[in-house]
């Protein structure tokens, strides 16, 4: 079992900043990725943000300079850093995990709004 919690969403100004936690407890081991998507309002779920096992990053470029993840394995934790917000980056947004072979986890979801 992987459980996977998110945190630190809300409503921001445009050109705000957020933190975004997700904390990953359970069977925590062999795992290739973590990362965060997003779903915005009648739309598909996008790839937003992704760190592999071994520390490479890949991020939509819609985000690019502007986002940023990071991973703390002893807190078995992952985070987004947003700057510089836009309206359009107003979505629920999604922590990941992908463990061996098994199905994809995610967590519950945490709301950003972003205002203009």
């Known amino acids: 079992q992987v459980r996977l919690v998110e945190s630190g969403g809300g409503l921001v100004q445009a050109g705000g900043s957020l933190r975004l936690p997700c904390a990953a407890s359970?069977?925590?081991?062999?795992?290739?990725?973590m990362g965060w998507y997003r779903q915005a309002a009648g739309k598909q779920r996008d790839m937003v943000a992704v760190?592999?096992?071994?520390?490479?990053?890949n991020y939509a470029d819609s985000v690019m300079g502007r986002f940023t993840i990071s991973r703390d394995n002893a807190k078995n934790t992952v985070y987004l850093q947003m700057i510089s917000l836009k309206p359009e980056d107003t979505a629920v947004y999604y922590c990941m995990m992908v463990r061996a072979s098994d199905p994809w986890y995610w967590g519950q979801g945490t709301r950003v709004t972003v205002s203009s």
């Open positions: 359970g069977s925590i081991f062999s795992i290739n990725a």
């Open positions: 760190v592999t096992n071994v520390g490479s990053t």
